[in-house]
Every structure is written in C-alpha cells, then in structure tokens.
C-alpha cells in the first residue's frame, strides 16, 4: 500500500482532499502530520508527498518516489541542488489557470491597445475629453503579439489573440502544445524577434535562466508604439529598467500583474504613470473553479502512481518547470 503524506500547515480543504482520496483510493494510507517532528517520523517509509520536503527532511525520505507540487511555478527554494540529484519525479498543477489567466492579459491588450487607461483618467476627472488617449490606436487585426513562454497560460492567450485576428509568435523551450496559429521559435531567438512585436507578453516562471531576463537592453529592442506584458513571474523583470523605459518614452506601456518585489512600493513610480496598468498579482482570484481543478490534478497523479503508470506534468527540476 502506497504512503502519501499531506504536509503541514493542514487546513480544512486538504482534510477534504484526504479523505477523498482515502475512499477513492483506499489502497492509499494518507497521513496528514501536523508538526515537522510527525513529519519526520513518517518520512522514512513515504512513498508520496503533497507539499515540499525541505533539504532538512530529504535525507529522512528513504523511499520517496513521487512529489506533488502544490503550485504550477513555486517559490525559489524549492527546487534546491539535493532534490534535483535525487530521484523522485516531481509533478506540479501547471494548466489549472490557463483560461483565467489568458483573460486577464486579453484585458490588458484590449485596453491597452485601445488608450482606456487614459480616458480612465478623464473619467474619474469627469472631463469628456474624446482626445484623451494619448498612445497610438491599434488594430489587433494588423498587430503581432510575441509570447514568451508557450505553455498551459501562453497557448490558451496565443489561441485568444489569433481570434482577434493578430499575428502570433511563439517562444519556448519546451514545446507541449498543439498550437497551429503559432509561429514557433526557440529562446535563443527571442532578440531578433522582439523588434517585430506590438506586444511583448511574458508567461515564463522564474528559473535561474529567467530571472531578469527583461532589462534595459531588450526594452530597447522593443518598439516605441509597442507595450509589455507580465503575468508570469515578477522577477524575471527588473522594475527600474522598466520605469527607464516608460519614462524615456523606449516602449509605449505596459500591464503587469506581477511585480519583482511585492507589494509594489506606493513610492514606485508605476502606480502614477498614465500608460501603465497594474493589477495586484491577482489574475486568477475569485476563480471558482481553481480548487477542484487543482484536486483533478492531484487525485489523477494518486491513481496513476499507484498503478504505476505516467504522471501528469512531470517537472524538468533542473528548469524548475
């Protein structure tokens, strides 16, 4: 019989998870330890874990053959150099979020595309001002978006913009996807590419070869009429090469929903600029689906490894995705 372990903190809806994995699963013993000692304890003779195993507790984990991610991208950490070398498969929930998410950068392009931020601004200054906008309009229908970062998020929003009619450009190093409306590039690719896009919409998680990958130098690289988009990782993006950008007038705007640190200072000069869009790192709250798609995820990988068959999304923990 299989052992899975459910890591603490413990809440109300991981006992639900349990106990339905229990009666679906029953030849699975779950056991939810509510302490790091119990976790300990437990740990030698675990075949599964819901949650993390720190490098603390790894050496304990003598038969650990399956580990669940509870994020799609986790925090850095995470993936430490003992839990790539060893051999457990790592398995995470990328896919749960892609159509809330996608929405949320069609939100963005729409609004950018159309200068709603500045007659925003008119509005709550109750001024009809039909010359507000102060960006160029643009046709989605004769746009080109470049999405870097082609996974769950980044093909469902490649497949929402070619509805728009726009010209779609892929990058990513793992191509998973059956994306025909796709142009399909590799990262190596991505500076010959920027040039060419109207918006640049970033999905990637935040990996050692990610982290601040967009700067002052491909800003530069970007149209002055094009806008930036963020909705993966904050850090992949330094802020103050970003504000350099928006305030020489290098890129036309951005929307970001993700942040390098956060909160977002209230100093930061981002939250004043008129053609800059913010939302709070949350583009899949209120979603009320997320919880039993996260569980779908989970439960499938439950009954897969214990007939012993593929695991869903199998993580690369060398990439840390």
Avoid at 51 to 80: C, D, H, T
Avoid at 111 to 131: F, T, V
């Amino acid at each position: 019989m299989p052992k899975l372990l459910m890591m603490p903190p413990q809440n109300t809806e991981l006992l639900k998870w349990a106990e339905h994995i229990q009666d679906e699963l029953p030849t699975y013993i779950v056991v939810l330890p509510k302490t790091d000692e119990e976790v300990n304890t437990h740990l030698p003779n675990t075949d599964a874990v819901y949650g993390w195993v720190s490098p603390e507790q790894l050496p304990f984990a003598k038969k650990l053959r399956w580990l669940q991610s509870p994020a799609a991208g986790p925090s850095p950490g995470y993936y430490y150099s003992e839990l790539i070398e060893h051999p457990v498969v790592v398995c995470n929930v990328r896919g749960i979020y892609n159509d809330h998410i996608a929405q949320h950068i069609l939100m963005f392009v729409l609004s950018l595309a159309h200068g709603l931020p500045y007659y925003m601004d008119a509005q709550r200054k109750g001024i009809w001002d039909n010359n507000a906008r102060k960006s160029g309009y643009i046709d989605l229908a004769k746009a080109t978006a470049l999405i870097v970062g082609v996974g769950g998020i980044g093909h469902e929003t490649a497949r929402l913009c070619a509805e728009f009619g726009m010209k779609v450009i892929g990058l990513d190093a793992r191509w998973e996807y059956d994306v025909p409306f796709v142009e399909k590039h590799e990262p190596t690719e991505l500076d010959s590419l920027i040039p060419i896009a109207d918006f640049v919409i970033v999905t990637t998680p935040h990996t050692p070869e990610t982290e601040g990958m967009w700067n002052r130098n491909r800003f530069a690289l970007m149209k002055s009429s094009a806008y930036f988009i963020n909705i993966g990782r904050g850090k992949t993006t330094i802020l103050a090469d970003l504000i350099e950008a928006l305030e020489d007038k290098v890129i036309a705007g951005c929307g970001l929903d993700v942040f390098e640190v956060e909160p977002l200072p209230a100093e930061s000069p981002l939250w004043q600029m008129p053609n800059v869009l913010i939302t709070p790192h949350i583009a899949v709250k209120d979603a009320e689906n997320i919880s039993e798609r996260h569980f779908e995820v989970f439960i499938e990988n439950a009954r897969r490894f214990a007939e012993g068959t593929p695991l869903l999304n199998v993580v690369d923990k060398s990439m840390w995705y």
